[in-house]
């Protein structure tokens, strides 16, 4: 009987996800950008894999390793923010009373909801590899070996998925964990664990470490660097896009890279990745009101409330605003108030907007590109729920109720963001017209495509998470592959050119468009 109840309830949990329209706009999303980064190496100088500066063949074995390793490194932190939010949503809509109620232990519903999760990934794994043998039809290297990408991928991604569904479950059975504060934390941890698992290994000299264990969410990069280091004799491997010499002969991966080791070691690493549910059965809160509702009200605060507690005098700085979006009519006028009220209640981002503006005033021209990450990524996070916010107060039909209804909330929404862009990177902008016209014009087109994509993403999904997974996503890659011009959205990498700014114009364009019409249909 148990094991049917289970199944019930992590399918629920499947269909529950796959039915989201974000689901289907991350997993496109992640497909083209993976196809504009990865570089035909018929086409130039560019390859996935180079071995000594000549080129990796695009056989199923290199396509499988590099693309798994790729995808698993994403899926260990875009993952994560695409299973949040579900006992969330249980609270917000009343069926977490319900669930309360009922029966089932702590253990069988949780264990349920991380099956669920690990079936809802595993389905967006199922369709990367069918990307994958597409890619490898149009543009690999000798014969198609589906069996080859599906042990790569099980190899590379099974470890990850249960890590990070096992650590969606546990912060979201953690009252002071469910929010904001919780995102923040678990993408610091994410991004702390390749320097750690680097310092751990640096005496391994390329020999099988314990360590290697360890590996939950990192994608088993010490051991795709093993598995290739005793496929071929050589040491100087460089993987990711890089350049290589065309003349030089290309190399071809052996089809079979993994020990009888390597598999029993990535078994042992996904046994590991289940650690996480045991503190998440005894922390469950199961939806109790004096555990989740009032928790904001207890003395405990998140480092984020800590913050913004510490820094509440800033608002002071932010008083005008309101008087000056009262003084505007019409839809600026709105416009400005959204700005207000965004960093009103957020002391921490007046914090950040500060920083930005000084460090955009006072360091070198060429220093620019490293702030200009940090304010993007700043900007991103701040305005990713701008237009969800009255979604998730419950004060969407009131807000469609004032004079322009559904249509002028969506542009005055858009507006906004565009608006916190300048402020964040406006003087960046500035800077670089005279100096470089064309890396201000990406700028400028970046801020206006990310704000239209952010609103959009937002209005049809309801939820911020949507816009945020893409964002990473697209952050990610864009710091590590600062080659391809049209990831360089707005001009960091200081590739961007007029090919690449037109169609981030055209992205800017399309999205703005597409809301609009959404927007439209809603209010009739």
């Not at 029966?103 to 949780?110: C, E, R």
Request: proline share 5%; glycine share 8%; with cysteine.
């Amino acid at each position: 009987m148990m094991p049917r109840i289970i199944a019930v309830l992590a399918l629920n949990e499947v269909r529950l996800r796959l039915r989201r329209l974000g689901s289907l706009v991350v997993l496109l999303a992640v497909i083209v950008i993976f196809w504009t980064m990865v570089p035909d190496p018929n086409t130039g100088t560019l390859t996935l894999i180079s071995i000594k500066h000549a080129r990796v063949l695009y056989t199923s074995s290199a396509l499988a390793m590099a693309s798994a390793k790729l995808f698993a490194v994403l899926f260990g932190l875009l993952g994560f923010y695409l299973l949040r939010g579900r006992m969330s949503e249980d609270l917000r809509s009343g069926v977490g009373s319900v669930i309360a109620s009922t029966q089932a232990g702590n253990g069988l519903f949780l264990f349920s909801r991380w099956l669920g999760g690990v079936g809802y990934l595993g389905c967006l794994a199922a369709a990367l590899v069918v990307n994958m043998l597409v890619f490898h039809s149009l543009r690999g290297d000798g014969p198609l070996q589906p069996l080859v990408y599906l042990q790569t991928y099980c190899i590379f991604l099974l470890p990850v998925i249960f890590f990070v569904a096992s650590c969606a479950v546990l912060f979201d059975s953690v009252a002071p964990l469910m929010g904001k504060a919780g995102d923040v934390i678990y993408f610091l941890l994410w991004t702390l664990q390749f320097p750690l698992l680097d310092h751990f290994l640096a005496g391994s000299d390329g020999q099988f470490s314990s360590w290697m264990l360890g590996d939950v969410s990192a994608a088993g990069m010490s051991l795709a660097m093993l598995s290739l280091k005793l496929g071929l004799p050589v040491s100087a491997i460089s993987k990711g896009v890089t350049s290589y010499t065309p003349h030089l002969q290309a190399v071809a991966l052996p089809s079979v890279l993994w020990t009888a080791t390597m598999v029993l070691t990535r078994c042992a690493t996904a046994g590991l990745a289940l650690l996480p549910l045991l503190p998440a059965i005894a922390l469950f809160h199961r939806f109790s009101s004096d555990r989740v509702k009032a928790g904001s009200t207890r003395n405990w605060r998140s480092p984020l409330q800590l913050i913004n507690r510490w820094l509440r005098p800033l608002v002071r700085i932010m008083q005008p605003w309101p008087k000056l979006a009262a003084s505007l009519s019409g839809i600026w006028g709105q416009a400005f108030a959204d700005v207000a009220l965004v960093l009103l209640s957020s002391p921490a981002m007046i914090a950040a907007l500060m920083a930005a503006l000084a460090f955009s005033l006072i360091v070198h021209i060429d220093s620019l590109p490293a702030v200009l990450v940090a304010a993007v990524a700043a900007w991103g996070m701040l305005v990713s729920d701008i237009s969800t916010r009255d979604f998730q107060a419950d004060t969407e039909a009131l807000t469609a109720a004032v004079p322009g209804g559904i249509v002028q909330r969506y542009l005055r929404q858009l507006l906004a963001a565009g608006m916190l862009g300048l402020l964040f990177m406006g003087v960046i902008a500035l800077r670089w017209v005279f100096h470089d016209p064309l890396r201000a014009a990406a700028l400028a087109v970046g801020v206006l495509s990310l704000s239209a994509v952010a609103t959009l993403l937002g209005r049809c999904s309801r939820s911020p998470r949507c816009f945020v997974v893409l964002f990473l996503f697209w952050l990610y890659v864009a710091n590590n592959v600062p080659v391809v011009p049209v990831i360089d959205v707005v001009g960091f990498n200081g590739v961007a050119n007029a090919g690449s700014i037109l169609v981030q114009l055209c992205v800017g364009v399309t999205a703005i468009l597409a809301g609009f019409a959404y927007n439209q249909r809603q209010s009739h």
